[in-house]
């Protein structure tokens, strides 16, 4: 996506996980980089967060959800071997 021509639509998933359908009207870059593009109601997006086709947008929700879940598994992990070592100290 490095040479886009505007406007041009995209697909964004919003924080809640909603695919939106967004019309990016300029780029968001400054002297230090490309950062991203600029929708038409103002707001702005990382190129990260900007999929082609809403199947990529899918794609990437899923997984951003498997990199929660693994971040979760290793936090359940940690709090199990703390319980453990706090029952091990009652005893």
């Known amino acids: 996506m490095s040479e886009r021509t505007y406007p041009y639509?995209?697909?964004v998933l919003l924080p809640?996980?909603?695919l939106k359908k967004v019309t990016f009207v300029k780029?968001?870059?400054s002297w230090?980089?490309?950062h991203g593009d600029i929708t038409d109601a103002g707001?702005?997006?990382m190129l990260s967060a900007i999929h082609a086709t809403r199947s990529d947008a899918i794609t990437a929700g899923h997984?951003?959800?498997n990199l929660?879940?693994?971040r979760l598994d290793k936090q359940l992990a940690v709090m199990q071997k703390r319980?453990?070592?706090l029952v091990k100290a009652e005893a």
Do not use: C, H, I, P
């Open 9 to 11: 639509d995209g697909w």
């Open 16 to 18: 809640s996980f909603k």
């Open 27 to 29: 780029n968001y870059g």
């Open 32 to 34: 230090s980089g490309d």
């Open 43 to 45: 707001k702005y997006y």
């Open 63 to 65: 997984n951003q959800l």
């Open 68 to 70: 929660q879940k693994v």
């Open 83 to 85: 319980r453990a070592e």
